[in-house]
């Protein structure tokens, strides 16, 4: 089984008041190339995925927009924990129907030891999650 680990995307980050949008798209489609070359059997987004907790429009879609190359149009799981950038229940806002479509998305540290299952090809793998969560809450938790 094949994944691929991917991390800190930050969409919709500026860089001295410049967006950088389209670098991250030309970047993401380069990301696409390698997933078809190497036949990837899954995608594995390891927190900030965004720059902040409210990313603008155009970086909510851009991410909508890849995972619909992944998800739907290749077929692959993608498995995707909030970072400390990410706004955690922004981001898993709809993670449950998601799940249907491919899409695991992980932003809550209370089910960390509930595995996302993939089985490729006859090989069977469990992927646990673990999303940023302050300290304050993981010392009360």
């Known amino acids: 089984m094949r994944l691929l680990h991917t991390a800190d995307w930050h969409l919709g980050r500026l860089f001295h008041n410049l967006s950088l949008l389209d670098d991250q798209r030309h970047v993401l489609q380069q990301l696409l190339t390698i997933i078809d070359r190497e036949r990837v059997d899954a995608v594995l987004i390891a927190g900030d995925i965004y720059d902040r907790s409210v990313p603008p429009a155009a970086a909510v879609t851009l991410l909508d927009e890849i995972l619909a190359e992944l998800c739907e149009k290749r077929g692959l799981p993608v498995i995707m924990i909030s970072g400390n950038h990410d706004g955690a229940a922004r981001l898993g806002f709809?993670?449950?129907?998601?799940?249907?479509?491919?899409?695991h998305i992980l932003t809550d540290l209370a089910t960390c030891d509930q595995p996302v299952t993939l089985a490729v090809n006859g090989v069977t793998v469990d992927v646990f999650g673990i999303p940023y969560a302050d300290p304050e809450y993981v010392r009360s938790a």
């Open 94 to 103: 709809g993670a449950r129907h998601l799940r249907q479509a491919g899409l």
